[in-house]
């Protein structure tokens, strides 16, 4: 995938087979503009994953060669190629916080559009209790009876309001 791949051979750490693809070169291949980064440097930029960095850049498929110095190292292509996919991951991370941050406002927006107003201490007149004005602002947005007569100027029709029911004729027997 990243680079060219070679025969496995048993993992120093793990002691058993782990699919490393490692080679040796000769000379000083690590020096800087060789093209070839040391597990070690890549190692200050990128957090290392759990199961080791030789573990995992064999499950990426990554040639690990050994330099002169018995470093382990990485080409330059491959190492680019895993800061891209840290990079990618990173902004696959920071849009799913925003998209979370605006599903949470918009949540907390419309559970405080359930909450009662209240009356502004600006609304309570000097010398009036608090408790006082909300009870009469409550009351005052509660919808009330209307009178016949108001019924009769709505043009809407009359509203008879009865406490119990009488009998429209009564019988003479």
């Not at 440097?41 to 080791?52: F, I, N, Q």
């Not at 696959?92 to 998209?99: E, F, S, T």
């Not at 000097?126 to 019924?151: C, F, I, W, Y």
Request: a negative charge.
């Amino acid at each position: 995938m990243f680079g060219k791949t070679t025969a496995p051979v048993v993992a120093e750490s793990a002691g058993q087979d782990a699919n490393l693809h490692l080679d040796e070169h000769d000379g000083d291949s690590c020096h800087h503009g060789s093209g070839m980064i040391p597990l070690s440097v890549l190692g200050l930029d990128l957090p290392a994953p759990a199961e080791g960095w030789s573990v995992w850049l064999a499950s990426q498929g990554v040639s690990v060669v050994f330099d002169d110095v018995g470093r382990r190292c990485v080409a330059r292509s491959d190492a680019r190629a895993l800061f891209e996919q840290q990079r990618l991951g990173e902004i696959r991370r920071q849009d799913a916080a925003h998209r979370q941050e605006a599903a949470a406002i918009a949540a907390d927006r419309a559970w405080r559009a359930t909450l009662p107003r209240g009356v502004s201490w600006l609304d309570v007149p000097p010398g009036v209790l608090p408790v006082v004005a909300m009870t009469e602002q409550a009351k005052a947005e509660m919808p009330r009876r209307r009178s016949l007569l108001e019924d009769a100027f709505a043009g809407q029709g009359t509203t008879m309001y009865v406490d119990e029911p009488q009998p429209m004729f009564e019988d003479e027997s």
